[in-house]
């Protein structure tokens, strides 16, 4: 059976005009050669830096707009070049929920017709009495009373606002849903709460979460696999324990060592990285990451490292996993 979703060397490029005095036009690398997959009822979190391109691998996964090349491949099927009929299919079992839920509900609609709208437009309910069945389930699902639904967006709280659009996503019956950094503007308590309840509803329901942060406090909580992106490309792409355990790209190193560590022997040291992120219009050579990283040498400038699988289902793209452990300072520091 093939994957849920598969996504095979995703780009996306965008042309820019050519300057103010008509210089050539040039392009922006946003996402560069992006390959993944997303099991049934899995979470996969898409991590990194704002900027890094994750949230345009969410979009090209929602077809929001045509991708340059590659494939989006759901349940076996090709999505980047479907029929109308195949696209409609699509919308309907991949949902979206994004990070403010103030500007993405329509303030002069009241939840219950929030609700049924996508219940509708899927022609998923046999009669008006099974729609509002439906609304009331999903107003459960979420943790809503089911009189709430008469009233309007403004009314909730920024949590009860984003358990609404949990519902409004749910009510597509979607197999997986597309979370673009959707606690990322709330409180930490209203966080943990709407975290742990799209892992009970994954649960209920066997749903798969593409989970775009950058939070990674919040990925290590619930998370299945991590997929780490610098510039356009993946770096990692590891289960939980293996890439927060022992993470075998520098970039992925200097982003958990930020991560606040609960127990306080486990301190890991803070990995200051140089400089800042280069612009995706003209990338380095070589790796991407070598103007940052602590351990580049000369190989580095010149050939781009591939993601590669090493043991443990763990996918790493840096030349000093060519290296036995005990030469390779990412393995070596943490003996
Ligand atoms: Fe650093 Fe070189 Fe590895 Fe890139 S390939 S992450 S520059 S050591
Ligand atoms: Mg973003």
Redesign the pocket.
């Known amino acids: 059976k093939p994957p849920l979703l598969e996504v095979n060397d995703l780009k996306k490029h965008y042309r820019i005009a050519g300057g103010l005095f008509g210089g050539k036009p040039s392009f922006v690398y946003a996402v560069d050669g992006v390959s993944f997959t997303v099991d049934r009822g899995e979470t996969l979190s898409l991590v990194g830096e704002s900027g890094c391109g994750k949230s345009t691998v969410g979009r090209a996964v929602l077809r929001l707009f045509d991708i340059t090349s590659g494939q989006v491949v759901l349940d076996g099927q090709r999505m980047d070049d479907a029929s109308k009929d195949a696209l409609r299919a699509f919308r309907r079992r991949v949902q979206v929920v994004f990070q403010d839920p103030f500007s993405s509900l329509n303030p002069r609609m009241k939840v219950r017709d929030i609700l049924a709208e996508p219940i509708h437009n899927f022609g998923l309910a046999s009669s008006s009495a099974d729609v509002e069945a439906r609304v009331g389930k999903l107003m459960d699902l979420v943790g809503l009373p089911r009189e709430a639904v008469k009233r309007f967006p403004h009314e909730f709280s920024g949590g009860q606002r984003q358990r609404i659009c949990i519902a409004r996503a749910l009510a597509a019956e979607p197999e997986l849903i597309v979370c673009d950094e959707a606690v990322s503007a709330l409180d930490v308590s209203v966080k943990a709460q709407i975290v742990n309840l799209l892992q009970d509803i994954q649960r209920e329901l066997g749903l798969a979460l593409l989970f775009i942060s950058h939070d990674l406090a919040v990925v290590e909580h619930m998370t299945h696999r991590v997929a780490v992106m610098y510039l356009g490309k993946l ?1 990692e792409v590891a289960p939980k324990r293996e890439l927060f355990g022992r993470p075998r ?3 992925t190193q200097a982003l958990l060592s930020a991560v606040p560590q609960p127990e306080p022997g486990a301190k890991r040291e803070r990995i200051i990285l140089k400089g800042d992120v280069p612009s995706p219009v003209n990338p380095p050579k ?5 103007t ?6 000369e ?3 010149k ?1 781009e ?1 591939e993601l590669r699988l090493g043991d443990n289902e763990h996918w790493a ?5 060519d290296r036995p452990d005990a030469e390779n300072p990412l393995t070596a520091a943490s003996h």
């Open positions: 770096v790209h520098p970039y070589g790796c991407r990451f070598h940052r990283c602590p351990y580049a040498f190989r580095c400038t050939e490292p793209a840096c030349h000093l996993n």
